[in-house]
């Protein structure tokens, strides 16, 4: 029989809140892939970006994204 543990997920993971992209920055043609809300559901990106920004904010293999949508 396994044991489960509760732990606060800030103790599991690092979590890192989304950055504000620029608008001004966005294409569809070229740039950084963009992950958005909407992306989620088709798992498919529309939205390249190609601004400024830290690396922190790539997402990577094995990351977990969470949204909370505001229209749900």
């Not at 950055?19 to 920055?25: H, N």
């Not at 088709?42 to 909370?68: A, I, K, M, N």
């Amino acid at each position: 029989m396994s044991s489960l543990r509760q732990v606060a997920i800030g103790d599991a993971l690092r979590l890192t809140s989304g950055f504000p992209f620029e608008s001004r920055y966005f294409t569809r043609e070229e740039g950084q892939p963009l992950i958005r809300i909407r992306d989620i559901a088709t798992s498919s990106v529309e939205t390249r970006y190609c601004g400024p920004f830290s690396q922190t904010y790539v997402v990577r293999s094995g990351d977990v994204l969470v949204s909370c949508p505001a229209d749900t």
